[in-house]
């Protein structure tokens, strides 16, 4: 008796995997743009510059069905018509994370693209997604060691993911003896294409709201929570910007959503007062972006609705603040 059981939930299990397999390479094959693989993994040479696999064009898409752009690499891994050792005096360089590099928008629908319209000049974006001010001293190195200086290096600091005592690249959830469901999650969303159709089709369910409570999908919150637990640390930050030369450096700082969301707002505020005061303190120029999108009268709508990231939108008003900063610091250096 126990023998046939066993036997039959052998045969319940084979069953079932092969189900799986079936169903995980069928996506694959008519639904290629849900493969999780990793094709916009960020790798760090030997110097510590991160990269992007060089020449590389594919189709990043989000899960709610909010945008899909082609996102295309040149021969250093960025995501850039110019190569880097093409660099000129006269360029601006943009160092940032995913909020430059132009997430979930077209490569000149970004901010970058759009400043190079406003100030009918060339603009070099070098932003990549998950980086911290580790990467964005390794990065403006690189480029003093390989082109010719460029006008100005425009550093965006992100107030959600650049005030952790590290630098805030996407990982694996940390492995403990209580890693159970973060985990897994982790390894089927990198792994598997059914879970991709699977949190897509959730994302845009009713039953959304619910399950980010229960932690099947990730909640919008999530950055501005991370930006307030880290809120005494500028040290790691203003440390790695005060490393490198200042005077070709002007900062942009990309606030935080907690300064429209009621329930962080206050902290929010306090936090972001207390960076501006921080990073002026360095001697460099920084544009605050906070007055532009509060300005804006919605700049909830300058986010995708399900993605923290800016909209077109978004890197539209980022952008004019940007260029009316630099027609104001012309007269006294030239940027």
């Not at 046939?4 to 319940?12: D, I, Q, S, Y």
């Not at 952790?164 to 390894?187: G, I, K, S």
């Not at 598997?192 to 919008?220: C, D, F, N, Y």
Request: charge should be neutral; proline fraction near 7%.
């Amino acid at each position: 008796m126990i023998r046939r059981w066993a036997g039959t939930a052998l045969l319940g299990l084979f069953a079932m995997l092969l189900s799986l397999a079936l169903l995980e390479g069928g996506l694959r094959w008519l639904a290629p743009q849900y493969i999780p693989d990793g094709r916009l993994q960020v790798t760090r040479d030997t110097q510590g510059v991160p990269r992007l696999p060089a020449r590389q064009r594919i189709v990043h898409r989000d899960n709610s069905g909010e945008f899909q752009v082609t996102v295309q690499t040149n021969g250093a891994g960025f995501r850039e018509s110019i190569e880097p050792a093409a660099i000129d005096r006269g360029d601006l360089v943009i160092i940032g994370d995913s909020f430059p590099f132009g997430w979930g928008v077209n490569r000149l629908q970004r901010v970058g693209g759009q400043l190079a319209n406003l100030l009918d000049r060339r603009v070099v974006t070098l932003a990549l997604p998950g980086l911290g001010p580790l990467d964005y001293r390794a990065l403006i190195e690189y480029v003093e060691q390989n082109s010719r200086l460029p006008s100005a290096f425009l550093v965006f600091i992100t107030v959600e993911n650049d005030l952790a005592p590290t630098p805030a690249a996407a990982t694996a959830p940390v492995q403990d003896r209580w890693c159970v469901w973060p985990c897994l999650r982790h390894w089927l969303s990198t792994h598997t294409a059914t879970w991709q159709v699977l949190a897509a089709t959730l994302k845009q369910s009713e039953a959304r709201p619910w399950l980010e409570q229960v932690g099947v999908i990730r909640e919008l919150e999530t950055g501005v929570q991370k930006s307030l637990r880290h809120a005494p640390d500028f040290s790691q930050l203003v440390d790695q910007l005060s490393a490198v030369d200042a005077n070709r450096i002007i900062l942009v700082i990309v606030p935080s959503r907690g300064l429209w969301i009621s329930e962080y707002r206050q902290a929010s505020e306090g936090l972001h007062q207390n960076l501006v005061a921080q990073l002026q303190q360095t001697g460099m120029p920084v544009v605050d972006l906070a007055p532009a999108f509060l300005g804006s009268g919605a700049p909830a709508k300058l986010h995708f609705e399900h993605d923290p990231h800016w909209n077109i939108e978004g890197h539209r008003v980022a952008a004019k603040a940007i260029a009316d900063h630099l027609q104001r610091l012309r007269p006294a250096s030239n940027p």
